[in-house]
């Protein structure tokens, strides 16, 4: 573990100012006409409508030369851009991992960003605001060495570029209400789903029935695993069950899942087919004695 932190100061540690590299080969996603400066040290993105700080925080003037990029923990950069002042706006904030994302410039790396715009950005790690799922102590952030996201320790010290306005990028999760199945009446019945959301986390689940008749009594409802018993009915029947999850921006998603009730009347229906009982194999005569009588 220590070895891996190490490594990662390390990268921290990478001068901001190497030489940018760029392919002729790749078009550019992030050209200089997605972008409107401002005047004021900030940029608009045109495509998505966000206002970005021209400078990494830290740094200063027009080709962000001044000062020297700072670098915080996790809890620290949601703290300082909460109480961030400048251009006239208070209204600074994290980015989203989605939204830091969208700057990655894939045509160039070290630093994989528009440098004409953003200029002398560090090649190396930036937070985001959005936490990651499979680790409370971790958050995610954008390495823009080489423009992938990454999942960081919230202790160490990554950079920080800050955010206003605009429509935040946010991405609708995705919802699997498992496979469709058959079930025989008055069984119950276990309904299995799962939710995942890339940019943050599931917060809720709701199972409904959505078609078919009767309508069964769902247990545990607003759960990823919910419960009925499959109803009494005359012939095969079809339920549609639908599940809902929400992620933290607030997004859903939707699945359904089909489960045919099987009669007991249809099974009692099925044809009994008649056992003609065999003829049990004639007795297997003895093998005939002979004998000599006795000895003299």
Same mark, same amino acid.
């Given at each position: ?6 490594? !990662?100061?390390?990268?921290?540690? @990478? ?21 409107? @400066? ?8 045109? =495509? ?10 830290? =740094? ?83 390495? !823009? ?17 800050? @955010? ?63 419960? !009925? ?11 549609? !069950? ?55």
């Amino acid at each position: 573990m220590n070895r891996l932190l190490i490594l !990662f100061c390390l990268c921290l540690a @990478v001068s901001p100012t190497l030489a940018q590299i760029c392919k002729n080969s790749i078009q550019p996603i992030a050209p200089d006409t997605r972008y409107t @400066v401002n005047g004021d040290g900030t940029i608009t993105d045109k =495509q998505t409508g966000l206002i970005w700080k021209q400078c990494s925080e830290g =740094q200063s003037g027009a080709d962000c030369t001044g000062g020297s990029a700072a670098t915080y923990n996790w809890s620290g950069a949601l703290q300082h851009a909460e109480g961030a002042l400048f251009a006239g706006y208070s209204d600074w904030r994290l980015p989203n991992s989605k939204e830091l994302a969208s700057l990655v410039e894939t045509s160039c790396y070290s630093p994989a960003i528009n440098t004409t715009l953003f200029p002398n950005t560090a090649t190396s790690g930036y937070w985001s605001s959005s936490p990651y799922a499979n680790r409370s102590d971790y958050a995610w952030g954008v390495n !823009f060495g080489n423009g992938y996201a990454n999942a960081y320790d919230k202790s160490p010290y990554p950079y920080a570029r800050l @955010v206003r306005g605009g429509q935040a990028l946010t991405f609708a999760p995705t919802a699997s209400a498992g496979a469709d199945r058959n079930v025989t009446e008055q069984r119950s019945v276990t309904l299995s789903g799962t939710g995942t959301d890339s940019d943050g986390t599931i917060t809720s689940y709701s199972w409904a029935q959505a078609g078919g008749a009767p309508t069964a009594t769902l247990t545990n409802a607003n759960s990823a695993t919910a419960g !009925f018993t499959a109803p009494a009915v005359t012939a095969d029947t079809i339920l549609t !069950f639908t599940l809902t999850v929400t992620d933290n921006d607030g997004n859903t998603a939707t699945d359904s899942v089909d489960i045919t009730v099987l009669s007991d009347a249809d099974l009692d229906a099925l044809p009994m087919v008649p056992i003609t009982a065999r003829p049990l194999p004639t007795a297997i005569n003895s093998i005939p004695m002979a004998t000599a009588g006795q000895r003299l």
